[in-house]
């Protein structure tokens, strides 16, 4: 059935867009679509695990899981941040949980220690093992690579850098002078739904003055909407809109100096595959990165980050800070509503997947890089 699936999936990613529908809802809820999934994207795609500056000091940490392949990602001594195993050499037990400050890692089982670094520096009662040699054990290490203040991640040995695969989305964004972007919070949720769902969801401004006429909806202009015209990139998606005259935010703050004339109120949103997500504005930013967790459930870092210009002329950063957040977990409940009811329509017998609206592009753009992911293996 899986190649049935995969045949469906590439003649759509063939079609043009006049003539596209929403992708075969197998490939949102059949198992073997996600093992396929695993394998041929996750283990070798350059996946987001958040921003640079939410892991600030020596010894900060987070863990993450791609893959099946859970990882620790750390600031070392020279303040790069590498990510490494999380699982410990011995009986193979998980070293850490969550986030936090280490100068080691020592596993819950039997007490080997490693250093941030990931060399093992404490093993007791191996005395008498001729096959163990601490100074040739450290945890496996996986690619990691700051790219404009995001940490990418990589399983992929031979994957080409991550700046290489988006340079022409670095250009793009070169105005923003995004990296500089300052982080105001970041968090992690678990939904009821596939993570295509939610991907598919962030990439287009169909649904905003539908499914978001209490946020951003209302002061979105969705004629405005602006796409690329040379054609499809490899790595990614974008689009640009404006936002109307009443909107609170979305336009740089008047000691912004990068961005000039309809610039200055125009947000770019790229969507870079498989799974991480944000709108960009001259004054902050926000983000979806997203894993599958099965089928029928995605793990979601949520996050946001304002422009440094913006947070020294407020009077009280907290409670701006405070307001925002509000704002967007708004925005997250009224997407959380809508994806985790495709889910559900996806698994009922009479659902079918209807054509595509012009503003849904990089949802079929989504569905020729799926295709060319999983169906020319």
């Known amino acids: 059935m ?106 819950p089982y039997h007490a080997w220690t490693y250093r941030p670094d990931g060399q093992l520096v404490s093993a007791a009662y191996m005395d008498k093992t001729a096959c163990f040699d601490k100074s040739k054990m450290r945890l496996p290490q996986a690619r990691c690579e700051d790219y404009l203040g995001w940490i990418y991640v990589n399983l992929d040995p031979e994957a080409k850098p991550v700046h290489e695969c988006l340079a022409p989305l670095t250009e793009l964004l070169a105005p923003y002078n995004m990296e500089h972007y300052v982080s105001i919070f970041e968090e992690e949720h678990r939904w009821n739904t596939n993570w295509k769902c939610l991907t598919e969801n962030f990439m287009e401004g169909y649904h905003l003055p539908v499914a978001h006429q209490g946020t951003v909806g209302a002061h979105f202009n969705l004629m405005d909407t602006e796409f690329d015209d040379r054609g499809r990139f490899e790595h990614f998606t974008y689009q640009y809109f404006t936002k109307k005259g009443s909107a609170p935010v979305g336009t740089a703050h008047p000691s912004n100096t990068s961005l000039e004339g309809k610039w200055r ?31 029928d459930h995605v793990h979601i870092r949520y996050g946001a980050a304002m422009a440094p210009e913006v947070l020294e002329n407020v009077d009280n950063q907290d409670e701006y800070i405070a307001k925002a957040k509000v704002f967007l977990d708004d925005v997250q409940e009224e997407d959380r509503f809508v994806v985790e009811g495709i889910f559900k329509g996806a698994k009922a017998p009479l659902s079918t997947s209807g054509p595509l609206s012009w503003l849904e592009r990089e949802n079929h753009e989504f569905t020729a890089y799926l295709a060319g992911r999983l169906c020319h293996t």
């Open 2 to 107: 899986l190649s049935q699936w995969l045949k469906q999936l590439d003649q759509l990613a063939s079609a043009p867009l006049e003539m596209a529908t929403a992708m075969p809802k197998q490939i949102y809820t059949e198992p073997e679509v996600l093992k396929h999934e695993y394998e041929h994207i996750f283990m070798k795609e350059w996946i987001c695990v958040g921003r640079a500056d939410s892991l600030p000091n020596e010894g900060d940490y987070m863990t993450v899981e791609i893959a099946d392949q859970p990882l620790i990602v750390i600031r070392g001594k020279d303040q790069k941040i590498t990510a490494m195993s999380n699982i410990c050499l011995h009986r193979m037990m998980i070293l850490a949980k969550g986030r936090g400050n280490a100068k080691r890692f020592t596993c």
């Open 265 to 295: 109120s125009t947000s770019i949103m790229p969507t870079v595959f498989p799974s991480h997500m944000y709108v960009l504005a001259p004054d902050h930013l926000w983000y979806l990165s997203l894993l599958p967790d099965g089928t």
